[in-house]
């Protein structure tokens, strides 16, 4: 608001067409936050002698107690009056990207650098559109020619990394990240990212370094504290991990993810009695989490409850399979039987009812697909039977089934 209050009274003091009088009232009334009346004096004046840059003027008001559609309205007024006005393109796209209508906010902002092509400040305002919307080489180019104009601006060279990161050019990135730490070593945010594209690059010592280096300017900072631990985690370096996680739980609440970590790095660490206490409300938390089953049998398992271990054990085996893989192999047998390959169809649909036992429908497709290409009708009847004694009430094509195995049955007999 401050810097909109500073803007505001610049454009007065550049504004010829009003009275000396006129802008010291309408100043004053912006210094003392009574809008209102200076957007009344304003009106008043624009019907003495109708100016565009004073319905931009309102426009700014408006931008500056966050009315933004009305913002808009008066900015694109006084636009159509002065077409070539880059800064009012500016003006417009700041005010669509404050209502989220950032492609508006990206057309803006491109239509004031065709009018001001080196405008820096334009650069990055859209280049940080651009990121937002995934939209990484046009950032990156803009990002770019911004750092060869001044490469001293930490903020831009944050951006680059980020467009840079995205482009695959890590080296470049992390080089960034390097010198915006070196010259401000407070920006916490840069330890994360650099760290995270160490570890991209299997370049885990100098990833932990990293965060060690932000934990040296914030001691005891619980986000670094969790990325040093999880990067360990990751490393499968349990051992240097354990301490890391337990600094961190000193002033944080375990959730999912790092109650999942730090149980199983306690039972790395042969800590099996504690790992138990910390897995088993995670595994009440999500159930169907195969790893957290898992440990928790394996744990059951060294301290020799093998009946319990078989249980969780037997749940990580059941969790583990993709909900969506049978549904994937039976798409798979009726693509193959579509095909007139009717051998992998078979295959395929006994594979997704292996994997979704409930399915019972798959059973009356197995059948009706031994039906349709083999000429002993044996194993289609034994599908066919099957599919009725495993669906029971809950089958969908009973009456279907009943007449094909009568019908099997008599070719069968009449066969013999």
């Known amino acids: 608001m401050k810097t909109r209050i500073i803007t505001l009274l610049t454009f007065l003091l550049l504004t010829t067409s009003m009275s000396i009088s006129a802008q010291e009232k309408i100043s004053q009334l912006i210094i003392t936050r009574q809008y209102e009346k200076a957007l009344r004096e304003i009106d008043r004046d624009l019907t003495k002698d109708y100016d565009p840059n004073l319905v931009k003027l309102k426009g700014q008001i408006y931008a500056g107690i966050q009315d933004y559609p009305q913002a808009i309205r008066f900015f694109q007024e006084s636009l159509d009056a002065m077409p070539d006005e880059a800064n009012l393109l500016a003006e417009i796209a700041e005010a669509h990207s404050a209502l989220g209508n950032i492609p508006d906010a990206i057309s803006h902002y491109r239509r004031a650098m065709r009018n001001e092509p080196g405008n820096m400040l334009y650069k990055s305002k859209l280049g940080q559109l651009l990121l937002s919307q995934r939209e990484f080489p046009e950032a990156y180019s803009l990002f770019s020619q911004i750092r060869m104009a001044d490469s001293t601006n930490l903020l831009n060279n944050k951006y680059l990394a980020v467009a840079a990161a995205r482009m695959n050019r890590s080296d470049e990135a992390i080089q960034l990240l390097e010198e915006v730490l070196e010259t401000n070593p407070r920006d916490i945010g840069s330890y994360a990212s650099l760290s995270g594209l160490y570890n991209q690059e299997k370049k885990y010592t100098r990833a932990n370094d990293v965060v060690r280096r932000g934990l040296e300017q914030f001691p005891g900072n619980g986000s670094l504290l969790l990325r040093l631990a999880q990067n360990l985690y990751n490393q499968h370096n349990f051992t240097d991990a354990l301490p890391v996680y337990e600094e961190w739980l000193q002033d944080n609440t375990l959730y999912f993810d790092v109650r999942k970590e730090y149980g199983i790095t306690l039972y790395l660490n042969k800590q099996e009695d504690k790992a138990l206490k910390i897995l088993e409300p995670a595994l009440e938390e999500v159930p169907n989490d195969p790893y957290v089953a898992l440990y928790i049998g394996l744990c059951h398992k060294k301290l020799k409850d093998f009946d319990t271990s078989q249980e969780y054990l ?96 008599e070719d069968l007999f009449f066969g013999e």
């Open 314 to 409: 037997e749940l990580a085996v059941e969790s583990s399979t993709p909900p969506y893989l049978s549904d994937i192999y039976h798409h798979l047998g009726q693509v193959h039987g579509l095909k007139r390959e009717f051998d992998q169809s078979i295959q395929m649909l006994q594979k997704a009812y292996e994997l979704d036992p409930e399915n019972h429908e798959l059973l009356f497709e197995i059948a009706t697909t031994y039906e349709e290409y083999n000429a002993n009708k044996t194993m289609a009847l034994n599908y066919y039977q099957l599919y009725l004694t495993e669906a029971k009430e809950k089958a969908r094509n009973p009456h279907y089934a009943l007449d094909r195995i009568s019908r099997i049955k």
